[in-house]
């Protein structure tokens, strides 16, 4: 079990926007951590996408965004497109643990 | 250009130690602030952090896996080594190596990641 909740799936037609929400506990998230998250097109590496909470490194297309609130955090991509297919991960650094943590993933199908 | 590449065996036979290396390029570990972590993910399943080593050799490990982890770095030939014993087909999974950041308290993530490489554990 995973040690940040993600939903296991979200879907969306083309063009449209979905959220991916991960939540944390009071070790990470909740302790003030940053949150990062991770692609994962099918049959390749990690990716990633958005680092600091908010920030997009070079290359990755405006239409992803991220937030963070208290100890939770979400992903949002507008205009869907069928490229974005994949899973995607949120990370996060848990202070008592001193580790890395990751979500369980979610895999986003466009319809 | 960061770039990172994992190689090992592909397959391990029950209660064997593996040995991974990665191989980067674009940075040094002996720069302040570098850091390279492992990273796992079983077949189908979500990603696991294993250990990281730093620029001035401190290194960390996963609670659960600790006892049977060791991560070394040479900086010379630029590779970090991981070792895990007791190798179980639970830990059949992809492993990768990546580039970890962490410039101040509670700011952590892996900016570049190798292409991973499949280790299976079976007799």
């Known amino acids: 079990q995973s040690v940040l909740m993600q939903p296991p799936s979200v879907s969306g037609a083309p063009g449209q926007r979905v959220t991916v929400s991960c939540t944390g506990s009071?070790?990470?998230?909740?302790?003030?951590?940053?949150v990062h998250w991770y692609q994962q097109l099918p049959g390749t590496a990690p990716k990633l996408l958005i680092y600091?909470?908010?920030r997009r490194p070079s290359g990755v297309p405006d239409r992803f965004s991220g937030s963070k609130s208290g100890a939770s955090a979400s992903l949002a991509i507008t205009g869907l497109q069928a490229e974005d297919e994949a899973d995607y991960y949120c990370?996060?650094?848990?202070?008592?643990?001193?580790?890395?943590?990751f979500g369980g993933g979610t895999k986003l199908t466009v319809l | 250009q960061v770039t990172l590449k994992e190689s090992g065996p592909a397959l391990v036979e029950p209660t064997q130690t593996l040995t991974l290396t990665c191989t980067f390029s674009?940075?040094?570990?002996?720069?302040?602030?570098?850091?390279v972590s492992w990273i796992r993910q079983p077949p189908g399943k979500a990603l696991e952090w294993l250990a990281r080593?730093?620029?001035?050799?401190?290194?960390f490990y996963s609670t659960s896996l600790k006892t049977r982890l060791t991560i070394s770095k040479d900086t010379s030939k630029n590779q970090v080594v991981l070792t895990m014993t007791n190798m179980d087909p639970v830990d059949t999974a992809t492993y990768y190596c990546?580039?970890?950041?962490?410039?101040?308290?509670?700011?952590?993530?892996?900016?570049?990641w190798g292409q991973g490489t499949l280790v299976t554990v079976s007799s």
């Open positions: 080593v730093d620029w001035d050799d401190d290194k």
């Open positions: 600091r909470n908010t």
């Open positions: 009071v070790s990470d998230i909740g302790a003030g951590s940053d």
């Open positions: 990370q996060s650094y848990d202070i008592n643990l001193d580790a890395s943590v």
């Open positions: 674009g940075f040094s570990l002996s720069t302040r602030g570098m850091r």
């Open positions: 990546a580039r970890t950041l962490f410039p101040e308290a509670r700011v952590f993530w892996h900016d570049y």
